[in-house]
């Protein structure tokens, strides 16, 4: 059954690329080993931690001790302004058509599509990297 919440490879790759660096903020994490870990990769890996870095969200430090590290006040980052990063501002648009195709006065789907994408919206927004990690120590 097909699911119905679809995020990209790209956007699940930033959000878990993060998490996974918010495990050990220390540490410089490098493209293979990133990419391994997720099971992804390296290529498409390699476009996000540039978007990542663009943003400010992580630093990159060449060489042979370089790697990737997350930057700023990472603990308070959400998921969505990490998804937002990679996909851009959400649309609160509610037609799954992108705009209204069916000249009805209400949709076909009533209120669902608006539901879904607040619940969406709200779980992004309300789940910060440090709750990844909070979760994990206890």
């Not at 959400?90 to 058509?97: F, L, S």
């Not at 992108?98 to 919206?121: D, K, Y």
Request: aromatic residues 6%; glycine residues 8%; neutral net charge.
């Amino acid at each position: 059954m097909p699911s119905l919440l679809k995020i990209s490879e790209a956007a699940s790759l930033a959000l878990h690329t993060m998490a996974l660096m918010a495990q050990d903020d220390e540490k410089k994490f490098s493209t293979r080993e990133i990419a391994s870990t997720l099971q992804r990769s390296e290529n498409h890996l390699s476009k996000v931690l540039q978007r990542l870095a663009r943003a400010g969200y992580i630093v990159s430090t060449r060489g042979p001790l370089g790697g990737f590290q997350l930057s700023g006040e990472w603990a308070e980052r959400t998921f969505l302004e990490i998804y937002e990063v990679i996909e851009g501002p959400v649309d609160a648009n509610p037609c799954i058509a992108g705009a209204p195709v069916c000249n009805r006065a209400q949709c076909i789907l009533g209120g669902l599509t608006e539901s879904v994408n607040r619940q969406f919206v709200d779980y992004m927004n309300g789940t910060k990297l440090k709750d990844l990690v909070e979760a994990r120590v206890t």
